[in-house]
C-alpha cells in the first residue's frame, strides 16, 4: 500500500463527510415504514449526467481512503466486516464490487458468490454455506448473492422450497416470517461477534434492466453475460420486488442496516456503496496496533544487530 500518495488529513476529513452524505439517504435501519417506491432506481441526488466524469474522481479519491481504512482493519485484526450485495440480474453487482474494491489489497478481501444450492447444500440448513465463508477477522468478506436468497428466489419459486425436503410440518405459511426471524438473530450474533455486516440491494428499474439486457445480446463482447434464465425470472419482476420490500421490512436493523441504492445509473450506484463502506470503516475506530515498550526494545536490538554484521 503506497502510504504517500493517500489524501491528506485535512482531504480524509471531507471525503468522510462527502460520504456520510450520499450513503445516509439510503440507509434503512429501521424498516417499518419502509417502501421500495420511497427509492427511485434513477435517484442521483443532487447530481445530474455532467457530473458522470467528476465522479470518477470523487470515487478515486474514496477508493484510496478505503485502502487506509481496510490496511488498519487488517493490522488491527479485531473486526471483520461482511458486505451482503442483492439484486436483480443486470443491476450490476459485479461491476460496483470490481470497482468499490479496486484499491483494496488482496489479501484483505474475500468474494463468495452464491448460485443455486448442491445437494450437499440443500441436505443441511440455508445459513450452512453461508457460515463457511464469512470473513476472518481483519478482513472484509463480500457476498455475491446471499442466504437472503432464500427469501427470495426460493420465496418466487415455491418448487425450490420443496426440494429443500425440510420436514412438511415445517413449511407452513409462517414460513417467511421464521426465516426474517432467523436471519435477524444471526446478524445479531454477528455483531456481538465482531462481524460488522452491512446489506446492499442494488435497485435497478425494469426499464433499464431491458436496456442492459439488449445491449448484453446487441454487443458480442458481451454476450456471455447474458443468460436465458435471466428473461424467465424477469417475467417475475413484480414478485421479486414485493418479496425484495418485505425482505428490506422485515431484515434491516441498526447494526445490520440496508442500503436501497439506486441503481439505474451505474457511476452513481458506486459512489453511494463506496460512500458507505467508507463510512462503515470510519465508524469502528480502526488504528494501528501500538508496539509495546518490550517489542520496541526488540526492535531496537535488531537494528543494532543488523548494523552491527
Ligand atoms: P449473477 O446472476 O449473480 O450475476 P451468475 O449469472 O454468474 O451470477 P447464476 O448461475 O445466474 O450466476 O447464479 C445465480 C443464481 O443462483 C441466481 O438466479 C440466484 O437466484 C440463484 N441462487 C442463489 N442462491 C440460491 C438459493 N439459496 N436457492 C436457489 N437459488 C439460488
Ligand atoms: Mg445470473
Known sequence: MTHDTLPSALDKDAILKRSRKFCAPFRISD?????????????????????????????????QLLAE???????????????????????GKDGTIKHV?????????????????????????????????L?????????NRSYYEETLVVRVHPEMLARQTLPPKLMGDDIWTHRFRDIRHYEEYLARNGVVVR???LHLSKQEQKRRFLERLDNPDKNWKFSAADIKERAYWDDYMAAYEQMIRHTASDGAPWY????????F????????VIDTLDSLDLAYPKVSDEARAALAAAHQQLLAE
Not at 470473513?135 to 457476498?143: A, D, L, T, V
Open 31 to 63: 424498516g417499518d415504514d419502509f417502501r421500495l417506491d420511497q427509492v427511485d432506481p434513477a435517484d442521483t441526488l443532487h447530481l445530474d449526467k455532467s457530473d458522470k466524469k467528476a465522479s470518477q474522481a470523487v470515487l478515486a479519491e474514496g477508493v
Open 69 to 91: 481504512l481496510q490496511d488498519k482493519l487488517y493490522a488491527q485484526d479485531r473486526w471483520a466486516v461482511l458486505l451482503i450485495f442483492q439484486a436483480m440480474d443486470a443491476a
Open 101 to 133: 474494491m479496486s484499491g483494496v489489497n488482496p489479501q484483505g478481501c474475500q468474494v463468495s458468490s452464491f448460485k443455486a444450492p448442491s445437494s450437499v447444500d440443500l441436505d443441511h440448513d440455508y445459513l450452512w454455506r453461508a457460515n463457511q465463508c
Open 135 to 143: 470473513p476472518e477477522r481483519g478482513r472484509i468478506g463480500i457476498f
Open 199 to 201: 446489506k446492499f440491494f
Open 260 to 267: 436501497v441504492v439506486p441503481a439505474d445509473n451505474k457511476w
Open 269 to 276: 450506484t458506486r459512489l453511494v456503496v463506496a460512500a458507505a
